[in-house]
């Protein structure tokens, strides 16, 4: 497995189980915090915000989330696996069990 795509508000205690499968990639907008933290992870690439979220999605072997929504339309659109992980309660196992 190559890369790891992981949508919806990542955290680096969600990126361990596949540091050893593949290299996740973390989507993190925005979340200036977010990134220096998973900078510091070893084996883990975080990227701030990019409109090349289509690309990015392509290139990768699964997208991993936690609530559903445009992430995982965005996987399917691309004909990439998409994966509920660590799912939000509510919404986010709703949508995970409803794909």
């Known amino acids: 497995m190559g890369q790891v795509v992981f949508r919806d508000g990542p955290v680096p205690r969600r990126t361990r189980p596949v540091c050893g499968v593949g290299t996740p990639v973390v989507l993190c907008g925005r979340n200036d915090q977010l ?9 883990v690439i975080a990227l701030g915000w990019t409109t090349e979220v289509r690309r990015l999605l392509a290139a990768a072997d699964v997208v991993v989330h936690n609530a559903g929504g445009l992430s995982c339309l965005e996987g399917f659109a691309v004909g990439v696996p998409v994966i509920g992980y660590a799912c939000l309660p509510g919404h986010g196992r709703r949508n995970s069990v409803a794909m």
């Open 35 to 43: 990134r220096a933290e998973l900078d510091r992870e070893d084996g």
